[in-house]
């Protein structure tokens, strides 16, 4: 063979390679276009299915098998309280007292209760001011509910403003159906409650229910042990533009339940403002009827158009189920901002479902300039511990910041088989619809991850972006995986719908084709 016949040879090979790689390239191509037009779809569905899942909650329903299914109300038998006249309150009799005036109201001393039942003062007028003059209501120790103030429902323009609660069992302060309410300078501490057969029974420093154009400022929640089926610092139900600022949720536990620092169902319009929630812990019996034993700083669900700014949650502890130093669980149009998590942890050197800085469940949430250290999960069900994690639609991560995220064995080290310490990932949730939801239109921009078992995660991500992102000391930046499986798994503890173990396997339903840039270091 010449060297033309040589050369035609070689030329005839290489555009039969060329025709072969071609034809490769156009179905990669098609393949790529394929999945992008099942995640575009997917986009939409997603969005349906959470929006229902909010609406559904906000009509009290709830999530069966959920552990944040609306809280149980409960009702007692009420003796007649005594009507007060006098603008100025020395004492107060076992049957509590009744404000129905407008007007002016002060404490003169420090006054102990001894009623065991219901409410120890009770305002039910419009324009009315309770200043407690830096005095203390001292609650007796009762197994009924008892309550140190209550507002009664649809009540106008009233104020409740410095003093402390101490004692209470139901709630520290209870106010329904208000308008242009008023709470300063209030102490709730101290508060002890038992009660296992109420189910979503869940004691309260602070309760606001339906009310309208409400302030809570410069209060808090603290010391708190109970054995029921939840405990909220401060807890807002189906209630709309309202500020709370510069309050604290501290030192609370819960002996077989849930704990949440700030807690916020089916409401709207609210900002929340250099608020802390710290020292939280919990721990299961199997005596309370509840379904979750979480540990959460700060909690909305169901809620749309909130605002954090420059809140904190430190020394958030879980026994068996999550622990969250915020948890945005089926909720819509929030912006985080300064946010700051310290010491999650979730297992208690045994196993539990999984600890989070902060994670989103939810549809068009914005976290920005936010920073978590120190997140820990012993033997986590759900595989992961995770500085920011997303589940749902149109979620941004903006010069956010995890730190120190691991998953350990039951000494306490450092174990990747048990799991991976995940600086940025997906939410996982093994139930049903949580475990079919990706996390979809991700943005990921000026985020880091230091000291972390992986930085950043792609894994159930469609359509999503990852620019300029940063690993330093991980053990691993980025994790690629398509295609790849995972075993999810719960138990009662951890919120297992009928409460008998369960296991689920998952399939990586990302449609991310090459492996994001992050840069290392």
Known sequence: MNRKQIMLSILSVATLCGYAQDGRE??????????????????????????????????????????????????????????????????????????????????????????????????????????????????????????????????????????????????????????????SKMAVKNMNSYDVATQNFTPCGFFIEDAADFNVSNCSTDGANVTTASFAGIQIVNSKNGNVSNCSVSNIINNDGGAQGFSYLSSSGIKTSSCTASNLQTYYKGMTDTTGHTSIGFVPIFCTNLQYDACNATDIKGCCDDAHGMSIFLDSNVVVDRFTAKNIQDGNYITGAKATGLEVYGLDITIKNSTVDGVTAYVPQDLQSTGFSACGVGIKFDNCTAKNVIVANTQGKPDTTKGLGTGFGWAPDPRYPFRDTPAIEVAYTNCTAINCQLGFD????????????????????????????????MDKCSESPGGDPFWVQLTNKTDVLTVPTIIVK
């Open 458 to 489: 792609t894994w159930y991500h469609q359509l999503s972006t990852w620019q300029n992102n940063t690993a330093v000391g991980c053990d691993k930046p980025v994790l690629f995986e398509p295609g790849s499986q995972r075993t999810l798994s």
């Open 26 to 183: 156009a179905k990669r191509k098609a393949a790529q276009e394929m999945q992008k037009r099942a995640a575009t779809e997917n986009v939409a569905r997603t969005r349906n299915a959470i929006s229902s899942l909010i609406a559904l909650g906000k009509e009290n329903k709830g999530i069966e098998g959920n552990k944040y299914s609306m809280a149980t109300k409960v009702y007692v038998a009420c003796p007649t309280p005594l009507v007060q006249t006098n603008k100025e309150i020395g004492s107060i009799p076992a049957q509590g007292i009744l404000i129905d005036s407008p007007g002016n109201y002060s404490f003169t001393n420090d006054i102990r209760w001894e009623g065991t039942a219901c409410a120890a003062v009770t305002i039910s007028a419009d324009n009315v001011t309770l200043n407690l003059n830096g005095r203390s209501l001292f609650l007796k120790e009762s197994t009924n509910k008892t309550t140190g103030i209550q507002i009664k429902p649809t009540h106008k323009t009233v104020t409740v403003t410095n003093g402390v609660i101490s004692g209470a069992n139901h709630y520290g302060i209870a106010a329904e159906g208000a308008t242009n309410l008023t709470i």
